[in-house]
């Protein structure tokens, strides 16, 4: 299975940018989709996910800010990001808990991670 980022690049604070992240392979089912992200010096950390039916769960900082979604036809989850401040800049990385069969369990991918740059 592989997850391939797009999107990112650089903001001014107060815009909004929008980052997606496809998954193809071997695939019969995905649960949760989501982002973390990485900011220099700093750990990775949640920002949103979204489970299969729907629910979602974001980081404090971005509640009211980010949305996601995701497309299950072309298993694909997105991220937009509104309202940018220039604490958001890091490296965001998308992932996705996949199974390749009705028996296998459930494992994670990670995508590349897509810079994103929002300057003050």
């Known amino acids: 299975v592989q997850l391939q980022a797009s999107g990112g690049g650089l903001v001014q604070a107060g815009g909004s940018l929008s980052v997606s992240c496809a998954a193809s392979?071997?695939?019969?089912?995905?649960?949760?989709m989501g982002w973390h992200r990485q900011a220099p010096g700093k750990p990775r950390e949640l920002v949103a996910a979204?489970?299969?039916?729907?629910?979602?769960n974001y980081a404090d900082s971005v509640k009211g800010r980010f949305t996601v979604s995701r497309d299950n036809a072309k298993n694909t989850v997105y991220l937009q990001m509104n309202n940018l401040k220039p604490e958001d800049t890091a490296v965001y990385y998308c992932?996705?808990?996949?199974?390749?069969?009705?028996?296998?369990?459930?494992?994670?991918?990670w995508g590349q991670g897509t810079l994103v740059t929002v300057s003050s």
């Open positions: 392979g071997s695939i019969f089912e995905i649960d949760v």
């Open positions: 992932y996705a808990t996949v199974r390749g069969s009705r028996l296998a369990s459930f494992r994670q991918y």
């Open positions: 979204i489970i299969g039916a729907g629910t979602t």
